[in-house]
């Protein structure tokens, strides 16, 4: 029994999307072992996110998001965009990080993130800090913003970006004990009042093209530091974004998604048996 599925991306962080609403689909229960086989560029279908669509009370539909390593995470800003794409109108998204909704426009899709929460134990970290500006280190990488924004982040302010070793100083942070569920790394250059270039070394991994939650959370970030104003620009490596944060309806994301091509499979081909169709 093969399962359909749709390739997607936002700014070159690709997803596989499965639709496990459709009963003719006998999809396998969605754990780390076979997203992270799915997700494998070498021998699965390869994906940044592993993306499972699923019926909600809440919303229209409920999001599953898990990263390339197999986690399940709570949030992922550029495949809410690229599913609001699918969707094709205003829709309502449950995912484990709030309720979210996703509107198609001219401009791109816009996704309404919620509010940031700043508080250390929300973020969360191993003990309570000031998380404005933490008193960590790894080597120039120096006092970090911690956020969370549906996910938890830390934002370095940089000259370069691009000149920090990534790959190596990375996983180091990511993986510290301060951040019991691990933590993405982003490195931010603010170039103008509403412009900001950064990079992102993303939990369960690695370096993306870009990074949806990484763009809210570091022009918040830069926004309590009062070194931007409240609607900026953020390039990452793969386009940009635009970042608001009002007042009364939280953190909105705007910028493209794409579908790339749709597919199949066949979990016997990855070691799991199909489901059965409800
Ligand atoms: N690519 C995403 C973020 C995906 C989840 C993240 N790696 C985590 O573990 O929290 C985005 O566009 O936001």
């Not at 390339?68 to 094709?88: F, I, M, P, Y």
């Not at 969360?124 to 080597?139: F, G, I, Q, S």
């Not at 000259?159 to 993405?184: H, Q, S």
């Not at 931007?228 to 386009?239: E, I, M, S, W, Y």
Request: proline share 7%; aromatic share 6%; charged share 20%.
């Amino acid at each position: 029994m093969r399962i359909d599925f749709t390739k997607m991306h936002g700014l070159g962080n690709d997803f596989v999307v499965l639709d496990a609403r459709n009963p003719a689909q006998a999809l396998p229960a969605m754990d780390a072992a076979l997203a992270s086989a799915l997700a494998n560029r070498r021998t699965g279908i390869g994906c940044d996110q592993l993306i499972l669509l699923e019926p909600s009370e809440l919303g229209d539909f409920r999001m599953r998001i898990f990263n390339a390593d197999g986690s399940e995470v709570e949030a992922c800003g550029n495949a809410t965009r690229a599913v609001g794409l699918l969707h094709g109108a205003p829709a309502r998204i449950e995912t484990l990080g709030g309720l979210l909704s996703a509107t198609p426009s001219d401009t791109g899709i816009a996704v309404e993130m919620g509010q940031p929460r700043f508080d250390w134990d929300a973020i969360p970290l191993a003990y309570a800090m000031d998380t404005h500006t933490m008193p960590l280190a790894w080597e120039d990488l120096t006092n970090p913003v911690g956020v969370n924004v549906g996910n938890p982040h830390a934002i370095f302010f940089v000259p370069d970006p691009y000149a920090v070793d990534m790959e190596r100083l990375g996983p180091l942070i990511e993986t510290d004990p301060v951040f019991p569920e691990r933590i993405n790394v982003n490195v931010a250059a603010v170039t103008a009042r509403d412009a900001i270039t950064l990079r992102v070394w993303e939990r369960g991994v690695g370096l993306t093209l870009a990074c949806g939650t990484g763009a809210c959370a570091t022009a918040v970030g830069a926004m309590k530091r009062g070194l931007v104003d409240r609607k900026v620009t953020v390039t990452l490596p793969g386009g940009a974004l635009v970042i608001e944060w009002r007042e009364d309806d939280g953190i909105v994301m705007t910028g493209p998604a794409t579908e790339s091509f749709r597919g199949s499979f066949d979990p016997a081909d990855y070691g799991f048996a199909a489901g059965s169709p409800d």
